[in-house]
């Protein structure tokens, strides 16, 4: 038996129910053929022009920079955009930029993302900080009247791991706030309180015992890093190709 998929009226031709649910179950499979188009399309044609990335600062300085680096003998242009999740989110909301990293999924239907890392996260002070204010065997509830040094006012990371390991729902303020992990470490390595990071900033000063781990454990929480990019902008060659090569790379 037909159904009609289309009425006719007198302002025009109106979609009937069965035509809308016929456009929902189909949409997902035209995205995925358009995707594999634009990947193809993407390695015949030219990717010269400008790729405009949106990332935290610390995350690019650590581990984006040798990919970004290996995009410049493609004759793409970079401009690169630093800032936390509110701000990466606008610049990719208002179409500033083309491909974004950040520590949260995106909620817009026109962002499609991929996992591209699991930070682990890690307790840390100076070495000589914890000799000098911390009372073994080791309690977390001491840390509650001590400095934090945090990224913001949400204490983002220092509350996941608080939760996860000791299951403890914060309600202090950090002493000393600043939009960027690298400062983060730098105040906590010069002794001015403890902190949560990921481990990949910290192996180093763990190395030399200029930071210590206040709080061993055998798994540790754990922060996943997203690319993100929107739909519309993959008729791009250039965006296509840059987004396959970050995903091959980080």
């Not at 983002?156 to 002493?175: D, G, K, S």
Request: glycine fraction near 4%.
């Amino acid at each position: 038996m037909e159904k009609k998929l289309f009425i006719r009226h007198a302002r025009g031709i109106k979609p009937t129910a069965i035509a809308n649910d016929l456009a929902r179950s189909i949409a997902p499979h035209l995205e995925q053929i358009e995707t594999k188009f634009n990947a193809v399309r993407s390695r015949i044609a030219t990717v010269a022009g400008i790729i405009h990335i949106a990332t935290p600062a610390e995350f690019l300085d650590a581990k984006v920079l040798p990919a970004i680096a290996s995009l410049l003998a493609h004759d793409l242009k970079v401009r690169i955009h630093l800032g936390g999740k509110e701000r990466i989110y606008q610049l990719l909301d208002d179409g500033t930029v083309d491909l974004a990293i950040t520590a949260f999924q995106p909620q817009s239907k026109a962002l499609d993302y991929a996992e591209i890392e699991q930070e682990t996260l890690i307790l840390v002070a100076a070495t000589d900080w914890e000799r000098q204010h911390l009372i073994q065997p080791f309690d977390p509830q001491q840390l509650l009247s001590l400095p934090l040094i945090a990224y913001d006012e949400d204490l983002p990371l220092i509350r996941q791991y608080f939760a996860e390991v000791f299951q403890i729902q914060l309600n202090i303020q950090a002493t000393v706030t600043v939009a960027d992990l690298r400062i983060v470490r730098s105040l906590v390595s010069f002794g001015q309180g403890y902190t949560v990071l990921p481990k990949y900033l910290c192996e180093q000063k763990l190395q030399t015992g200029n930071l210590c781990l206040l709080h061993q454990k055998e798994f540790y929480p754990r922060n996943n890093l997203y690319l993100v990019w929107n739909k519309g902008n993959l008729r791009h060659p250039r965006v296509v190709y840059t987004r396959d090569h970050l995903l091959e790379i980080l």
